[in-house]
């Protein structure tokens, strides 16, 4: 049996990741790589460095639907992406998607975020 990882002890973080529109989210499930704004970046990292694991739970805004979720892989870099073509967006960091299915917020609709005054989580 392997030796437990010296994270295992570290709590699991859940974020959802609002995208502008779903062709992010397809380059994301294509190439593996996820990239938010800057103001994320220093929340995600240090979420990274002090968490277990780190859940992305996808959403392109406007849709009414989950599309899916993902594991955060890496940290995030300096380096940016020509992918989004979109100015306001920080460094690439790595993602591996567990799960790439749409799922209407209605299957979530009796999860409450407590951080966020109970409202629905979508």
Known sequence: ??????????????????SSNLQNIDISQQKGIWSTTSSNERKLNR???ESSMIYLIFSAQGSGH???????????GCEKSQDWGSAGFGGVFKVE???KESIPFQFAHRLLNPWNDNKKVQ
């Open 1 to 18: 049996s392997k030796p437990p990882s010296p994270r295992s002890n570290l709590p699991v973080r859940y974020f959802i990741m609002k």
């Open 47 to 49: 979420a990274f460095w």
């Open 97 to 99: 998607w567990i799960r």
């Open 66 to 76: 989950f599309q899916g979720f993902a594991r955060m892989a890496s940290e995030i």
